[in-house]
C-alpha cells in the first residue's frame, strides 16, 4: 500500500516538475515584453527629471534672492512662504519586481522620488507641486517690492521683486510641460504593470508547484520510514 501512495506522490512531483519547466520556459518572453516598455519610457522620464530639476533649481534661486532682498530691509514676514521643492514621485509595488513570487503583489508600496537609479521602474508617477512633506527650501517673504527696513530703497526692492517675478514665470512654464508627459508615462505604464502582472502570475505558479513538491517529498520520506 505504501509503495502504491509513494508512487503516485512521485508522479505527482514529475508532472509538476515538467510544469515548472515548460512555464520557466516562457519567463523570458515576459521579460522582453517588460524591458520593452521600460526601454520606452527611459529617455521621457529623464527629462521630466530635468524639467524638475530645473524648476527646483528655479525655487532655490528664489529663496537666495529673497532672503538678500530681505537682509537689506525689502519685504516682511508678514505673509511670508516656506518654499518647497516640487516633487515627481515613482510608486511601485512587490508585482514591479522581477524576483517577487509572493502572496501580496500589490503590497511593499514605496513612494521614492523619480530619478536615475528607478526610471521605468514602478507602477505610476505623481507630480506635486511645492511638495510640503519634503524639507523646506527656505522663505518667500511677503512684499518684497517694498522697503520696511534700511539700508534698502524703493527701487532696490523693486528690483528684487522683478527677479523674483521672472524666475516666477520660468517655473509656471516648466511646470506646464510636466502633466502631460507624465500622463503619457503612466499610459505606458499601466501596460507594462498588466504584463508584471501576468510575469508574476507565472512565477507564483512555479513557486506554488515547488513547494507542493517538497511537501510530498516530506510526505513520502515519512512515509518510508514509517
Partial sequence: ?????????????????????????????YEETIGEFIEITIPIENKIISIASSINSLQQQIVSIATSAYNVGCGTTTGASTVYPDTVKNHSENVNSPSYDGFDPFGGQTTPLLSSSNVGFGTFLVFTQNDSSQAGLGTLYGTIESCFRIPCTGSICDDYNSQITSLQSQIVTLRGQLPSEITKMNSVRTEKKNAEIERYGQKRGIASLKQRNSEMQSAINTISNI
Fill in 1 to 29: 500500500m505504501s509503495e502504491k501512495l509513494v508512487k503516485k506522490l512521485n508522479d505527482r512531483i514529475s508532472s509538476n516538475k515538467t510544469a515548472v519547466g515548460f512555464i520557466e520556459a516562457e519567463m523570458p518572453k
